[in-house]
């Protein structure tokens, strides 16, 4: 059974960083490209950050870039979002996936695996 758990949300002030985790276990998907989306209270899910499968090749959402950074160690099937600068309108939940696409995308539809999610929350 695949699961997905993201770990490392909390409550911050603007300004402050936090560090996201995503474990993945049952299989393996250090050949997968994976990303992080957020969904705020009474707003659509949307998409954060990407990265592929090698970790070379990275995307990021225009509200986040140059503030978040997502890596990935294969060895322990993890994704990583480090979040600096944290901001009030970054408050969601952020959910972790999987895509089986092959490729870094920034669409829900490519991603056939999501984590529960973990709440984050700025105050400013």
């Known amino acids: 059974q695949v699961q997905l758990v993201e770990s490392g949300g909390g409550l911050v002030q603007a300004g402050g960083s936090l560090r996201l985790s995503c474990a993945a276990s049952?299989?393996?998907?250090?050949?997968?490209?994976r990303g992080w989306f957020r969904q705020a209270p009474g707003k659509e899910r949307e998409f954060v950050a990407a990265i592929g499968w090698s970790g070379s090749s990275t995307d990021y959402a225009n509200s986040v870039k140059g503030r978040f950074t997502i890596s990935r160690d294969n060895a322990k099937n993890t994704v990583f979002l480090q979040m600096n600068s944290l901001k009030p309108e970054d408050t969601a939940v952020y959910y972790c996936a999987v895509s089986r696409t092959g490729w870094v995308s920034r669409s829900k539809g490519d991603y056939d695996y999501w984590g529960q999610g973990t709440q984050v929350t700025v105050s400013s």
């Open positions: 049952g299989r393996t998907f250090r050949n997968y490209p």
